[in-house]
C-alpha cells in the first residue's frame, strides 16, 4: 500500500471502497447516495473526493493537512 491507499494488483492499480458511511451517518452508496471525485492540492498532488449526496459532506483520501490548499484546474486556489 502507498500513502494514498491504492495497491498494486495484476490488472494494475486499485484503491479501498469508500467508507460505509459520511461524518454525519448517511450510507454511501451508487446513486443518490454519494459522489466520487478528484480534488487538486497544491502540496498532495491529488486527493480523491467522496462527497455525500445527502448533506454534501466530504471525506478526503488522502485526509486534507493544513499544508493542503486546493487548486481549480484553471489555477484559482479554493
Known sequence: MTDHGLRRTRLGWA???PPPQCVNGHPLRGGNGMVVGIAHCAHCGLH?????????AVIYRPPRTE???????DGRRG
Open 15 to 17: 484503491e479501498p471502497p
Open 67 to 73: 499544508q493542503c490548499s486546493f487548486v481549480a484546474m
Open 48 to 56: 480523491r473526493a467522496i462527497s455525500c449526496g445527502f448533506c454534501d
